[in-house]
C-alpha cells in the first residue's frame, strides 16, 4: 500500500503556484540540473520552486526601518506617507515617502513699500512783492571829467586881494586828478600904489598851469585830499585902476607859481561838488625897477564849484 501512494503522488500533475518551503533546516542550493530555462528552481516534477526565505527567530523582534535624517518639515506640512513594502516577506524593511513633506523655499527679493502722505491743504498766499533793488554805485575803476569856476582870497603885496579863475580836468578812478587852472588878480583892497606925481595906479596879475590833485579819503558825499598848481604868469603896473580890459602896463614882470594845497569837497549831486581849499602861493618873479618891490606871494582860502559826472548808479 505504501509503494500505491508513492506511484500516486509521482503522478499528480504539476502546478504553477509558488510552494513556499516550510520552515527547517536550510536546503542545499540546487544543482544545474534543478533550474529552467529562465534561471529558476524546480522540484524533480518540474514545479517552481520559491527559494527560502530567512526567517527571523521567534524571540528576535524585526529590525526597524531605516529612516534618513532630514529636518524636521514646516507646521503646516502634510505627515509623511507610509507606502507599502514591495513583498508581503516577514522582516523586508518599510520605505517612507517624505515626497510630500518638503516645500520649496519662498521667493526672495526686494521688496518697495510706497508711502503717501495726504497733508492738509494750507490756503495760497502771494508772496510780497520783491524790494526795489538799490543803487549800487559803482567802486570799479573809472574815468571822468569836469569843470568849474574858483574864487580865491588872497594877499598882494601883503593886501587882501581875490582872484578868480576857472579850472577843468580829469578824475581816474576817483582818486587822482590832473588838470588845469587859470587865475586872474580881480580886486585888491587897501595899499594904493601911486606914483611920483600922486597918481593912482592899478596891479594886474594872472598866470595859469597844471593842476593835480590825489584823493585821500573818498565817500558817498565827503572826499578829502591834496592838490597842487605849477604855473607861469605875469603881473604888472597898470594906469587904470580897472581890473578888466586891458592891462595898460607901466611895468611888467614875469612870474613862476607854485600852490601846495588841502581840499575839502562835498558832492551834493551826481553832476555838482563844491569843494573849499587852503594853502599857500609861493611865487618867484624878475626884479621890479628900484624902488618897487611888489610882494605877490601870500596864503590863499577858495571855493571851488565844479560841474561834471562824480558818482553814479552802476
Known amino acids: 500500500m505504501s509503494f500505491g501512494l508513492a506511484l500516486l503522488l509521482s503522478v499528480t500533475p504539476p502546478s504553477d503556484d509558488v510552494v513556499a518551503p516550510a520552515p527547517g533546516p536550510a536546503t542545499p542550493p540546487p544543482t544545474e540540473q534543478n ?20 526567517a527571523p ?9 531605516p529612516v534618513a535624517p532630514r529636518a524636521a518639515p514646516p507646521p503646516s506640512a502634510a505627515p509623511p506617507t507610509a507606502v507599502a513594502p514591495p513583498s508581503d516577506t516577514a522582516g523586508s524593511p518599510v520605505y517612507v515617502d517624505y515626497t510630500d513633506a518638503w516645500q520649496e523655499d519662498p521667493p526672495s527679493g526686494v521688496y518697495l513699500t510706497e508711502v503717501v502722505l495726504h497733508p492738509e491743504p494750507v490756503p495760497y498766499s502771494p508772496p510780497p512783492p520783491p524790494a ?14 569836469f569843470v568849474g569856476l574858483s574864487l580865491r582870497g588872497t594877499t598882494t603885496n601883503r593886501n587882501p586881494s581875490a582872484l578868480t ?9 576817483d582818486r587822482f586828478t590832473i588838470g588845469g587852472a587859470f587865475y586872474s588878480l580881480t580886486a585888491r583892497y587897501a595899499g594904493s600904489i601911486v606914483d611920483s606925481r600922486g597918481n593912482e595906479l592899478g596891479m594886474r596879475m594872472a598866470y595859469g598851469g597844471v593842476l593835480l590833485a590825489w584823493t585821500l579819503y573818498k565817500g558817498r558825499v565827503l572826499d578829502v585830499g ?5 604855473g607861469a ?8 585902476e580897472r581890473y578888466f580890459g586891458r592891462w595898460s602896463c607901466i611895468e611888467k614882470v614875469g612870474l613862476v607859481s607854485i600852490e601846495p594845497g588841502l581840499t575839502l569837497g562835498l558832492t ?21 625897477r628900484p624902488p618897487n618891490d611888489f610882494t ?6 577858495g571855493l571851488d564849484v565844479d560841474f561834471g559826472a562824480f558818482r553814479g548808479p552802476r
Open 57 to 65: 527567530p521567534p524571540s528576535a523582534a524585526p529590525p526597524p526601518a
Open 296 to 301: 605877490l606871494s601870500g596864503p590863499y582860502i
Open 233 to 240: 604868469g605875469a603881473a604888472c603896473i597898470s594906469q587904470s
Open 226 to 230: 591834496i592838490e597842487s598848481l605849477a
Open 35 to 54: 533550474k529552467d530555462d529562465d534561471g529558476r528552481v524546480v522540484s524533480s516534477g518540474g514545479a517552481v520552486v520559491a527559494p527560502p526565505s530567512a
Open 132 to 145: 526795489p533793488p538799490e543803487p549800487v554805485y559803482d567802486s570799479g575803476p573809472r574815468v571822468h571829467g
Open 165 to 173: 579863475g576857472g579850472r577843468v580836468g580829469f578824475v581816474f578812478d
Open 268 to 288: 551834493l549831486s551826481d553832476w555838482m561838488r563844491v569843494g573849499l581849499t587852503a594853502g599857500y602861493r609861493f611865487v618867484t618873479r624878475e626884479a621890479w
